[in-house]
């Protein structure tokens, strides 16, 4: 602001004023009014502020701002007449934001400004207006939390948001739309941003973000969960069963559901027995007696006379047997006296019982031959139907393999030198693979296949033949109708012979191809794109991913080189069923969890899928972190993203490692290196974040990897030192990134220690060869702190260019040292040495990465485009099934001793929250789930028979040596 120095100034323009006022007739005796009085403004983005007044009758309007006159240049003044002939004069100004920063820089007060308007009668003055700079800053005062809450009860969410001029506005988004609290009036926002749900519905089930807006920009909170669930309750009692006796005192049941309601969204279970039962008492039966016979009765005429008795002595009661026997008896009363006809008549009588048995037994034996002779028949027909069957199914057989022989445009039988193989399907529903197009290899015998099994589509131009196992299988395919040369098989790009070298060991066998020993199948790596992408989806990189189709058998999905797997046990899919899986690494930094300063993400973002799958039993995650857990300085959270992948992901909370209670979904095992998740409900992406504890300072393990291009005769020489998490996937990815613009490794990957203490990593050049010298002489660069903790960008690196002074120096060696704040700090070296070779590489004194967990070499752009395929349950898997179905029976039942599955958990170090086992049908096979994803290692078996040992359980390490092959432990 400028002000008018001199009074003598302001009195002339007061006179001039004056003088315009007896020139304007129409603004005689009236003072000015103000149609528009200034306003409050707000300076956006460095956008000037503007101040605008109109009044009525005026001579001139000047703004006046922190009792200074504004100078007339500054001024904008506008003149006009509305339709009844009143003049108005309009005047406005622009305010900075330097000015408004000066006025606070002075005086710590608002920079304001009125207006005063003239007329010949006098001055009015405006309103006040204050002029602000506007701001909202990121971080919330109160974030809301998770929480579930039952059924039809009020709930609040908290939400407090950050400050900002002026004072943002409070919205709320319900699963990212905004809620209408004068629609849905479930729904209020109290003043202070807090959101009440007056009566929380199954529908309020969703992810709540709290916005704060105002003229500069929003800021979203932390996403919470709010799962709305219903307790259990019974239903009533069924009727009375009968008594379990029959005979005396029993007992007789009855029984309840917990379906009145069932329990929903983790809600409690009903409290109390469902079965009740009470004594109850049955009369015994009681076998019936037969009465003393009659006396017989007078002679008939036929010679006959009889007797009876009563099945009355006792008679039978509550299910008690009738009397054996008969109840009347005869005899011949005459002394055989009687006419030959009636002798006759009572000879077929009295034998006539006999001859009915004789009859009734010579029918069983006739009944029993028929059925013996139509058994007969009925085998003979069925060996002829399946001796006719076989032989017509081997001569269709013949036939296809005979039509997959021709090529069009060419007459049947026409003799083939060259063709392509393609590989027969060796599956079975345990793990049917898809993977890329699968090119042929070059055949060399004639041996047919039966295709049976074969899933290939039909192709006349294919060939299909057994290899003979003296050939070995990475040869280059050669095109039918061009002779197999050296010189054309070298023609081919190097797509063609990783693809051809990644196909499976094939042997002449029988059709079927089963492992020996075994009846699983190896899993085919022949899939097409069309079926690959039905597996993976749009967003998702092959060359990061696995996949494959998993029965109830299980299986594994592994990224290699990155460890990143899926472990899917025995049993989680049910029996019949199949489904295709996949798990992918995201390195785009658009999939990662927004966090704030304090946070750092210390693993790869995990995808699997397909989402919202469900399991009978947990499936198992695993992948790297880089905390470092020694000092027990961390707190850390499993985020979960349910968002759909078309979306901006939504992440929240899934597990708060320390803090998991029976709501509490997943189990989550954080070894030293590794984080293995336990989830029966597939989410969209996983990622593992964490910060330091109060009062203390976490340490994030960093690996430092120097990489450069071969050195080259002439020239400068530029190589680049990368500072990525030590997670295993972050230094493939730089691998993979290098491997496109032929980098290699200069020196062994180091470790580094990196605090959260707010210092920037530094790093410095020495000991450089004479005839090098850094360019711009930038022997010391620094990476700042938030860069690397906050983990904002994949591949962090710094890049040095040496100059070379002496053109016939051939070789260059120097060392980078690695420190965080000050030398004196721990420290790492990397040491660079590079020379010219004849071919334009790298010598081969380069370090390899051949050892565990580490990127094996440095692999070019075609090697990445394969998914990798699942690994079968005879690869997976150490415990058969058998064996585990006895460690269950043995180990889950608790003892007195306690050398049960809670001794088992706490031996192999998984027993920190072991609630989550204990709630699970069978805890020892949940626990054997995580042992088979932990221990990958050939030993893993002699390290569980030691600690059984330990555990005084010889009765479970007799099991595991009698049921697996393996050698093991004596």
Known sequence: MLRLGLFSAFLSTLLIVTTAAQEDSMGSGI????????????????????????????????????????????????????DNGVSYKQTSIEVTKAEVDQRLEDTGENFWCLCLAWSSEGSTRSNEATVQIAFLKKDFILEPISQGV????????????????????????????EIQVDLDINFIITNEGNLIINQARLSDTANYTCVARNIVTKRRSVT????????????TWSKWSECNSQCGRGLMRRTRTCTNPAPLNGGATCDGDPVQRAEC??????????????????CGRDCNNWRRRECNNPPPQFGGRYCMGDNMETRNCTGGLCRDSEESDLQIQTNGPTFASAQTEDNLALYISLVGAVTVFLLVCLFIIVVWWRKNRHSDMSSSSAALTVDPGKPYGYPHDH???????????????????????LAFSDDKIPMTMSPLHSNNSLKIKVVPPDVPMNHHIVPSNRPATPNNMATLPRSAQVMSNSLPDMQP??????????????????????????????????AFAACGTIGAEGGRLAILESGVSLLIPQGAISEGHTEDIFIAILREEKDRPKMNTKQTLLGPVVAVGPQGLHFRKPVIVSFGHSAGLRERNWELTLLSCESSPHRSPSWQNLVLIGEETLNTTAYCQVDERDCHVMVEHLSSRYALIGQSAPATQAVKRLKLAVIAAPLQPSGDYNFRVYCVADNSDELEGVVQSEAMLGGQMLDTPKILPFKDNGRDLCLSIEETLPGWKSRLGANFQEIPFHHVWGSSQSGLHCSFMMERTDPQIQMVTARIQVFQGSPEEERQSLNITASVSREGRMPQTTPSLRHKREPALLRSESDLAIPKAPQTPAEVFRLPPAVRASLRGCLDIPNVKGNDWRALAKRLQVDRYINYFATKPSPTDHI?????????????????????????RSDACLLIESGVSTPLVA
């Open 150 to 177: 039952p059924n039809e009860t009020p709930v609040q969410l908290q939400c407090r948001p950050p400050e900002g001029v002026p004072t943002p506005e409070v919205v709320w988004l319900k699963n990212d739309e």
């Open 281 to 298: 008492t049955t009369l015994c039966p009681v076998d019936g007696g037969w009465s003393a016979w009659s006396k017989f009765s007078a």
């Open 419 to 441: 063709s392509y193989v393609a590989q027969p399907d060796l599956t079975r529903s345990t793990g049917t693979v898809r993977s890329f197009p699968v090119m042929p290899t």
């Open 928 to 952: 054997l789930d995580l042992w088979e994803a932990r221990n990958r290692d050939d030993g893993a078996i002699e390290e569980l028979i030691l600690v059984l040992k330990d555990m005084g």
């Open 224 to 235: 919470a969960r709010v799962t709305v669930y219903v307790n259990g309750g019974w239903s």
């Open 31 to 82: 003072l000015p009014r103000f149609t528009i009085h200034p306003t409050d403004a707000y300076i956006v983005k460095n956008r000037p502020a503007t101040l605008t007044c109109k009044a009525t009758p005026a001579i001139q309007i000047y703004f006046k701002c922190n009792n200074e006159w504004v100078r007339a240049k500054f001024h904008k003044h506008f003149d006009s007449t509305d």
């Open 509 to 542: 066998s029988t059709p079927e191809m089963s492992d020996a020993g075994t009846n699983t199948r190896r899993p085919s790596s022949i899939y097409d794109a069309e079926n690959l992408a039905k597996i993976l989806p749009p967003y998702v990189d092959p």
